[in-house]
């Protein structure tokens, strides 16, 4: 059974940066396309970023350019580098594993809270 651990978040200024890790654990990480999701109050969860096993990166519109997602398979962690950062990114971030990069993530982590204050 796959478990995963976020860390990293926390309250930082608007055009601040903070950088999210996910630890996984129980399974072979390496088959596993990983990827970040967040959610806002009031608001649906919503797609982040995803990286493949083999390292091919997707990002949604909004943080293209900010954002960068990384994965250490040494160390079966998957990061979110964060730059940037505006208001409206304020939610609960959620790391997500997908076996042999399917489309839809099967395991998820508990989600840690990223404020950015103006």
């Known amino acids: 059974q796959v478990q995963l651990v976020e860390s990293g978040g926390g309250l930082v200024q608007a055009g601040g940066s903070l950088r999210l890790s996910c630890t996984f654990s129980g399974r072979t990480f390496s088959w596993y396309g990983m990827g970040w999701f967040r959610q806002a109050p009031g608001k649906e969860r919503e797609f982040v970023a995803r990286?493949?096993?083999?390292?091919?990166?997707t990002y949604a519109g909004s943080v293209k350019g900010r954002f960068t997602i990384s994965r250490d398979n040494a160390k079966n962690t998957v990061y979110l580098q964060m730059n940037s950062l505006k208001p409206e990114d304020t939610a609960v971030y959620y790391c997500?594993?997908?076996?042999?990069?399917?489309?839809?993530?099967?395991?998820w982590g508990q989600g840690t809270q990223v404020t950015v204050s103006s």
């Open positions: 997500a594993a997908a076996f042999l990069d399917t489309v839809d993530f099967d395991s």
């Open positions: 990286t493949s096993r083999t390292g091919r990166d």
